[in-house]
């Protein structure tokens, strides 16, 4: 793990219904979906079996596109989403359709996610937030991506507009007329804006380039690095306490202060990985109340995936590559194919824990 320090320990009896309907609902994406084609790899030196998909894959998540390749020259699209108390949780949708979740702290304690969407593009993603100087490097290894955001901090803003300039990615903001975004009176400011990404993508997605990789992920011809770890997820303590929970039937189930974390319509928020990657935080030159992730540089990770976890260190030399994980020999350490959640926990504490000892799993008798 990436140091995981031992703090308290969180108990948490997660009901899981382990039936259909627990995954479905809420689901207003276009047909860019891919498809779930897999085959099997060559044995590795782990003991389980993992499958790898077949056939062109999309970049942000290795699933096979199938007779949808047009996908492969598409744009990503990252969109800044509150995370920031009740009324953000009750505003979000969306998200859960999302190929990529990034998570970083924005201040004190609080997290902000950027979610980012290229194999499915939903009709109603949000709360749509504020763009921060972290946002540009998370940009930068995406291609040319649409980045919708509610606007910035001035000088924030103009180091966007500047990255955005060299061809760096295509802002998408709120300009007050409701069309690129719509503000809905059913929630309140400034959690009440959001975005239909379909719009967004048929609007502006000529001015963007192709998504490319930014994780590397098994295939035929790989294998998993040796050794892994029990890995059944994992809790962070902020100003919230989420943990990340192993449900073979599902995945990794996101908890956030101790009941299963949904959208508005209900759906859970589930990913086939996680990354837990210690990231520096340094305070903003704008306000030094609020901080900036530093993504490039290296320092201690942690990946789990299919209820196994392997520790090593991550690698990012400049803003333009794709993250690299490594475990202390030397091995690769690849993701399975599916959606990612990236987790930037501070290094240096401030205020937050980690934990490896988590959640006891009540399984509904009757699923």
Same mark, same amino acid.
């Given at each position: ?16 219904? =382990? ?30 079996? @993992?499958? &790898? ?7 942000? #998540? ?37 190929? $990529? ?12 996610? %950027? ?6 593009? /939903?009709?109603?993603?949000? /709360? $749509? ?12 290894? !995406?291609? #040319?991506? +649409? ?6 901090? /001035? @000088? ?14 295509? !802002? ?8 690129? +975004? ?12 959001? %975005?239909?990404? %379909?719009? &967004? ?27 892994? +770890? ?19 039937? *599902?995945?990794?189930? *996101? &908890? ?22 210690? #990231? ?14 530093? @993504? ?12 196994? *976890? ?33 987790? =930037? ?8 824990? &980690? ?5 006891? =799993? ?6």
């Amino acid at each position: 793990m990436p140091r995981f320090r031992r703090g308290r320990t969180v108990a948490i009896a997660l009901l899981i219904a =382990l039936t259909a309907a627990a995954c479905g609902g809420g689901d207003d994406a276009d047909e860019t979906a891919v498809a779930p084609t897999t085959t099997e790899a060559p044995a590795s030196s782990t003991s389980t079996t @993992t499958t &790898v998909p077949i056939g062109p894959r999309a970049p942000l #998540t290795a699933l096979p596109v199938g007779d949808r390749e047009e996908v492969l020259d598409q744009a990503a699209i990252m969109v800044k989403i509150s995370n920031n108390d009740r009324a953000s949780l009750d505003a979000l949708v969306g998200i859960e359709q999302a190929d $990529v979740v990034i998570e970083e702290r924005i201040e004190d304690r609080a997290t902000r996610f %950027a979610a980012i969407f290229h194999s499915r593009r /939903p009709t109603l993603v949000g /709360p $749509v937030r504020s763009g921060r100087p972290a946002d540009i490097d998370l940009m930068a290894n !995406l291609g #040319t991506p +649409l980045l919708v955001f509610s606007g910035a901090f /001035p @000088t924030v803003l103009r180091d966007i507009v500047d990255f955005a300039g060299d061809g760096g990615a295509v !802002l998408v903001v709120d300009d007050g007329t409701g069309v690129n +975004l719509f503000r809905d009176d059913d929630y309140r400011r400034p959690d009440n804006l959001f %975005a239909d990404l %379909a719009f &967004v993508f048929e609007k502006f997605g000529d001015d963007a380039g192709a998504a490319v990789p930014i994780f590397e992920y098994l295939d035929a011809e790989s294998s998993q690095a040796p050794n892994p +770890l029990p890995g059944d997820g994992f809790t962070v303590e902020g100003r919230d306490t989420v943990s990340f929970v192993w449900d073979p039937s *599902r995945g990794y189930v *996101r &908890v956030q202060d101790g009941v299963e974390h949904v959208t508005r319509e209900g759906v859970p928020l589930v990913t086939d990985n996680l990354v837990v990657m210690e #990231t520096v935080y340094t305070p903003s030159s704008y306000d030094p109340r609020n901080v900036d992730a530093h @993504t490039i540089g290296s320092g201690p990770v942690a990946v789990m995936s299919g209820g196994q *976890r392997w520790e090593g260190t991550w690698q990012r030399e400049s803003p333009s590559d794709p993250y690299s994980f490594i475990d202390a020999e030397g091995n690769a350490i690849l993701l399975t194919p599916g959606r990612t959640w990236l987790t =930037l926990v501070p290094a240096d504490s401030y205020g937050f824990s &980690v934990s490896d000892e988590i959640v006891a =799993l009540v399984l509904d008798p009757e699923g």
